[in-house]
């Protein structure tokens, strides 16, 4: 196995709380996926679940070599957490050609949170 790259990110929940409050569904569907807010969502503890999300999805543009700015989609990135010990990052379209451009063929991907904070870790593994 050989690291392409490697990217860490991370978040203060109160932010991404004040950002939920402000702008409600406008700033959930820019950011995250259905099947993301829908996860964090459903948690009791869903803004740092949020935070998490969104801190691995940076992360993971990191790790594959660049990060996001506008013109890039959010919601290429989508983290799916079938298992709570082992989310992975799902990447669809410009993020996904960029990652493959880079011989990146998956990205391993681990996130913690507390009260205040919301830390995600990605590695990109070549293929």
């Not at 004040?18 to 959930?28: A, N, P, Q």
């Not at 099947?35 to 869903?46: K, L, N, P």
């Not at 998490?52 to 543009?61: I, M, Q, S, Y």
């Not at 919601?75 to 960029?98: H, W």
Request: aromatic residues 10%.
């Amino acid at each position: 196995m050989e690291i392409a790259g490697m990217g860490t990110h991370i978040m203060e929940c109160a932010r991404v709380r004040k950002l939920i409050d402000e702008h409600v569904e406008k700033f959930i569907r820019e950011v995250y996926t259905d099947v993301e807010a829908r996860y964090c969502r459903d948690r009791s503890h869903s803004t740092e679940y949020y935070a998490a999300v969104w801190a691995a999805k940076e992360a993971t543009f990191r790790a594959i070599g660049f990060k996001w700015k506008r013109g890039i989609d959010w919601r290429d990135v989508e983290i799916v957490c079938e298992s709570a010990i082992q989310p992975r990052a799902v990447i669809t379209g410009a993020t996904r050609d960029r990652m493959e451009a880079r011989g990146v063929a998956n990205v391993l991907l681990s996130f913690s949170y507390c009260r205040l904070f919301a830390t995600a870790t990605a590695i990109a593994v070549r293929g």
